[in-house]
T-cell receptor
Framework: AQTVTQSQPEMSVQEAETVTLSCTYD???????LFWYKQPPSRQMILVIR??????QNATENRFSVNFQKAAKSFSLKISDSQLGDTAMYFC????????????FGTGTRLTIIP | DSGVTQTPKHLITATGQRVTLRCSPR?????VYWYQQSLDQGLQFLIQ???????AKGNILERFSAQQFPDLHSELNLSSLELGDSALYFC????????????FGPGTRLLVL
């Protein structure tokens, strides 16, 4: 079974600084998707970024980027120029496509942006 | 706004009761997924439907059941409720199978007293 590990339960960073959240996963599959979801205090689950395992290029979305290391099974999220609105729980998630499409989530990292 | 709607937003009920949670997927999405978020279990996949048919089951209790209707909305039925069923229940949807990104609804917060 796939597992996703987020080893940082809590992090805090000053506004405008850069922060990196870590995620590792375990799978024997070669084709899969990885995601970062954000859950602010409203509890809504919001997609931050997605990475397909077959793509070597790291995904970026504005201030958010990932460092995807397939061989190491590592998928970290970098938030640049952090803003107060980035304060949230961040969940790393793994999914196999075509036939086993459930998301397997890590336990989350609570990120606080300090003004 | 993800385009996925869930009702009700909050539900308070007593042990032993039965409740129904409703989800409407994004326009055009055929797959619906249900997840449970609780303090002790984290975020867990419950069940998936695709175009009316059950596709995959996760850690869903026998007291729980779901279905997807011809108009593609889905309902999650929870019966013989226990205190431990208190959680946030999410519905997510995607266009079809293998399309990757799941978009989540706002969730239904269930409190069993």
């Amino acid at each position: 079974a796939q597992t996703v590990t987020q080893s940082q339960p809590e992090m805090s960073v000053q506004e405008a600084e850069t922060v990196t959240l870590s995620c590792t996963y375990d799978t024997s599959e070669n084709n899969y998707y990885l995601f970062w979801y954000k859950q602010p205090p409203s509890r809504q689950m919001i997609l931050v970024i997605r990475q397909e395992a077959y793509k070597q290029q790291n995904a970026t979305e504005n201030r958010f980027s990932v460092n995807f290391q397939k061989a190491a099974k590592s998928f970290s999220l970098k938030i640049s120029d952090s803003q107060l609105g980035d304060t949230a729980m961040y969940f790393c998630a793994f999914m196999e496509p075509f036939g086993n499409e459930k998301l397997t989530f890590g336990t989350g990292t609570r990120l606080t942006i300090i003004p | 706004d993800s385009g996925v709607t869930q009702t009700p937003k909050h539900l308070i009920t007593a042990t032993g009761q039965r409740v129904t949670l409703r989800c409407s997927p994004r326009s055009g999405d055929l797959s619906v997924y249900w997840y449970q978020q609780s303090l002790d279990q984290g975020l867990q996949f419950l069940i998936q439907y695709y175009n009316g048919e059950e596709r995959a089951k996760g850690n869903i209790l026998e007291r729980f059941s779901a279905q997807q209707f011809p108009d593609l909305h889905s309902e999650l039925n929870l019966s013989s409720l226990e205190l431990g069923d208190s959680a946030l229940y999410f519905c997510a949807s995607t266009k079809g199978e293998g399309f990757g990104t799941q978009y989540f609804g706002p969730g239904t917060r269930l409190l069993v007293l």
